[in-house]
């Protein structure tokens, strides 16, 4: 089995910074994308980072400029570094990857964390 881990979330003062982390463990032959997605109460979750394997990134219009996603080596984990905060940006943090497993790499599979919650004070 595969599993996504996220960590870093907390309580930010309006313009403060966080880092959240997501690592991928189990049965994983070899992760192709990473995303970071956000959903506040009421919201749809929404895109707000993807890292390719490749190291392509791209970034919703609203934290473009503010927030970087980025992998380590391995390319196991993932962060994404939140700098310039606003309140608007509170919500769970997810973190997603499509990746090929061990027992079966012909076929491409999706995976989510379980949430981080992000909150920036006024």
């Known amino acids: 089995q595969v599993q996504l881990v996220e960590s870093g979330g907390g309580f930010v003062q309006s313009g403060g910074s966080l880092r959240l982390s997501c690592t991928a463990s189990g049965s994983i032959f070899s992760i192709n994308s990473m995303r970071w997605y956000r959903q506040a109460p009421g919201n749809q979750r929404e895109l707000v980072a993807v890292i390719t394997s490749g190291g392509s990134t791209n970034y919703g219009d609203s934290v473009k400029g503010r927030f970087t996603i980025s992998r380590d080596n391995a390319k196991t984990t993932v962060y994404l570094q939140m700098n310039s905060l606003k309140p608007e940006d509170t919500a769970v943090y997810y973190c997603?990857?499509?990746?090929?497993?061990?027992?079966?790499?012909?076929?491409?599979?999706?995976?989510w964390g379980q949430g981080t919650q992000v909150t920036v004070s006024s």
């Open positions: 997603n990857a499509d990746l090929w497993r061990r027992d079966n790499y012909r076929m491409r599979y999706e995976y």
